[in-house]
């Protein structure tokens, strides 16, 4: 079955602190993967992922894809209380197919 | 475990066609959403809905319609298909809170009106 699995499912840091989300995925055909932020109704586009290795960058998030391992992380340095939301990656597979994670809850306390 | 399911993973239509998509959940969630996502545009809202037969229009409602009669089930109509209506629609659900509840996805179904 094809299925994407997001950790830490909840996690509360500190301003100032780095974490690191992270998404498995195991789906047929893999074709990329993308990480989502959603604060209130549709999530917010971050990145799209292809190729192993090369990292995205946008600010203070970067990601990264490791195709053999069949995950990718997403990092947040420097954190600040607006980074506070739910993280969602999601797997783009087959044709058109695509499948969410649950998701990483993050709570940045000042 | 919570499960959304989709009514169908792919659908081909024709233009004019009225066309239903449905979507059931079963943990009871309140909130219930559906989304269009297109390459480039991301994810964007249709129509969500905080109970039974109540609903808001999201971002993009114009050329669709939506039905919540009953809690567990999320109804998006097309009235009358058009071709830039071909998209892949993603249905979601999240227990009630602040819209910071995780939502869960469905697995899409893939529209193609031709």
């Known amino acids: 079955e094809d299925k994407v699995v997001q950790s830490p499912l909840s996690l509360v840091v500190h301003e100032g602190d780095t974490v690191t989300l992270n998404c498995s995925y195991e789906v047929t055909n893999f074709r990329s993967l993308l990480w989502y932020k959603q604060e209130k109704k549709a999530p917010t586009f971050l990145f799209m992922l292809t190729s192993s290795g090369i990292e995205k960058k946008s600010g203070r998030l970067s990601s990264i894809l490791d195709k053999k391992e069949l995950f990718s992380i997403l990092n947040i340095t420097a954190t600040q209380t607006g980074d506070s939301a739910v993280y969602l990656c999601a797997a783009t597979y087959n044709n058109n197919d695509m499948r969410f994670g649950a998701g990483t809850r993050l709570t940045v306390k000042p | 475990d919570v499960k959304v399911t989709q009514s169908s993973r792919y659908l081909v239509k024709r233009t004019g066609e009225k066309v239903f998509l449905e979507c059931v959940q079963d943990?009871?969630?309140?909130?219930m959403f559906w989304y269009r996502q297109d390459p480039g545009l991301g994810l964007r809202l249709i129509y969500f809905s905080y109970d039974v037969k109540m609903k808001e229009k999201g971002d993009i409602p114009e050329g669709y319609s939506v039905s919540r009669e009953k809690k567990e089930r999320f109804s998006l109509i097309l009235e009358s298909a058009s071709t830039n209506q071909t998209s892949m629609y993603l249905c979601a659900s999240s227990s009630a809170g602040n819209h910071q509840e995780t939502q869960y996805f469905g697995p899409g179904t893939r529209l193609l009106v031709l």
């Open positions: 943990m009871d969630h309140e909130n």
